[in-house]
């Protein structure tokens, strides 16, 4: 997995709460065998109308927000199925970090898994990149995780977290920093694993 | 309904009380998996039962390729096929090549890495966490994972059962272990007794409708009270199978009395004396009477009803006596947005009575309620009615087994002298991922268990109910409240 220090981007504002993971990507499209190749249907019933076409509507559809690679949500984002095509569809598109209030607990660990960073943020901030996001398409926030911090040009310049949990956040943005691959790790206890069997 | 937060844990008074407080079941199961607890990082847990399908496998399989890495464990890792699989034509191929790929990769990877394999020709096939259970691969005091969200249904045996995504597949696929941040613990006590009509199906809902769709996040969820001690084993996992939609990825129920005799003889159970003995070890797992949790909520089974879900998640449900509600009458801004946007993909109006509301499908099926006893209690509703002219209807055993079982009980010629399909095992139109779909704009009334926009196929309607209320309405052409429904027989 490839390391995370700090990404600047393009906003991609998706103004709604529990956004599941039925509308990042579809069942239909869950059938490849590959990791790669979800991007193009990210979104893919709001981003097209029923003949194909792209919705002109769809935020994904529009100049400048179809280059984001931020993406700013609201309340418990990636709820519903387990399905880590969600998180390789939001990254095969280019996004790098997803900015909610709130993460559904599969969706934030498969983030976790693949290197895209689940920012969490309170409500208000949440609403103001939102209004600066769908007020001026290109609009860019800085997310540092080394520090901890979002800042936009505009003077905003908040901490975050990448889980509730205090001991979660440091443990999971110290993995991501690194790189670290959590099969690697675990491999390193295999001795423990070994002993566990033995006793059981 | 009445539900209340009666209380959260206060860690520090438990540690100044220099006395030790009873364990929960949760805690049992959990100490006794530990591999490894080093501080400020996840818990190293052993996986007793590793369930696999074909959705969430390919590229787990694919990691293990690529890093020269094997299955640790082929011996506690069963795989079957049931989210792509037609429901009807079982003796011709797989008309969608790529769900053929997806099915055939399953079956490749099965025989590379020697595990155990229910193919869509075996009759111990079917849905993942049906056949689970069925084979007495389920068992108390177990760590179960899955690469699917419902996993927590193998929580009603008592078992820890946690939904993976692929990566961590790989990862125990690996390692036979998980990495896991401890979640914290919740008690929701059903109490008092069910009224006819209402089934688990719609406690979970009710659960669901008062705590929210991420009420549960964090907690590990047990189930208690008398109404949980008085289901049987298919309605307790009705309701841990929709822990998930509240939020929580594990739901668990104590094993008592009703577990052990419904998992005697299964296939996988230990017999005759050593069932005895495993029995007195599954005995002591039930939470201790002086065991904390960190959140209890209570809930008076007197005050549950039927519920519909009228929108787009399924903490948008109220009782069938209700009607659609006015976005306005929501307190929060966002919340009042989600019923506006739900309203409009659902093409509803505010004030229509719930039981107005026409269907054009019914779709008896899916890990949630496909098990012997929801055929059961649908039969009995439908029996020497007709299906509406107006409604396709079709129900879709959970496994092979569950199916013969229903044909032996002559359930299937009930259903289809109705008017009902009587289909082949698989996780069917919950999800449109095989070729049951519903329509742009058909409305279906549902026992599975996501009303998400286009869940059951792009711009389908979904209403998630109980089997009974699911059955009713397909006769009707439109929902109705089971309860007058009966009484009207």
Known sequence: ?200 | MSLKTVGNRDLSKKEGQGKMAGKTMFDKIWDSHIVDDPTGEPTLLYVDLHLVHEVTSPQAFEGLRLANRTVRRPDLTIATVDHNVPTTDRDKPIADPISKQQIDTLAQNVEEFDITFYGVHSPEQGIVHVIGPQQGYTQPGKIIVCGDSHTATHGAFGAMAIPLGTSQVEHVLATQCLLQEKPKTMEIRVNGELSKGVSAKDVILGIIGKIGVDGGTGYAIEYTGDVIKNLPMEGRMTICNMSIEAGARIGMIAPDETTFEWLKNRPQVPKGDDFEAVTKEWELLASDSDAEYDEIVEIDAAELEPYITWGTNPGQVLSVKDSIPHPESFSSAEEKESAERALEYMALEPETQLTEIEIDRVFIGSCTNSRITDLRDAAEIVKGYKVSPKVTAMVVPGSTLVKWQAEKEGLDQIFIDSGFEWREAGCSMCLGMNPDILEPHERCASTSNRNFEGRQGKDGRTHLVSPQMAAAAAIEGHFVDVRDWEAKI
């Open chain 1, 1 to 200: 997995m490839d390391s995370f220090n700090n990404h600047k981007g393009v906003v991609t504002p998706l103004d709604r709460s529990n956004v599941d993971t039925d509308q990042i990507i579809p069942a239909e499209y869950l059938k490849r065998v590959e990791r790669n190749g979800f991007g193009p249907f990210l979104f893919n019933d709001w981003r097209k109308l029923p003949d194909g076409k792209p919705n002109p509507d769809f935020i994904l559809n529009k100049s400048f927000y179809d280059i984001g690679t931020v993406l700013v949500s609201r309340r418990n984002f990636g709820s519903g199925s387990s399905r880590e095509h969600a998180v390789w569809a939001l990254m095969d598109h280019g996004f790098k970090a997803v900015v909610a209030s709130s993460f559904a607990e599969i969706f934030h660990k498969n983030s976790f898994e693949n290197g895209l960073l689940p920012v969490i943020l309170p409500d208000e901030h949440i609403s103001t990149i939102l209004d600066r996001a769908n007020a001026q398409p290109g609009y860019q926030l800085f997310i540092d995780l080394e520090n901890c911090e979002v800042s936009d040009d505009h003077g905003l310049h908040v901490p975050f977290v990448i889980h509730e949990d205090s001991s979660t956040h440091d443990f999971r943005r110290h993995t991501l920093m690194n790189g670290l691959d959590s099969i690697g790790l675990t491999l390193k206890q295999e001795n423990k694993i070994d002993q566990y069997e033995k006793n059981n």
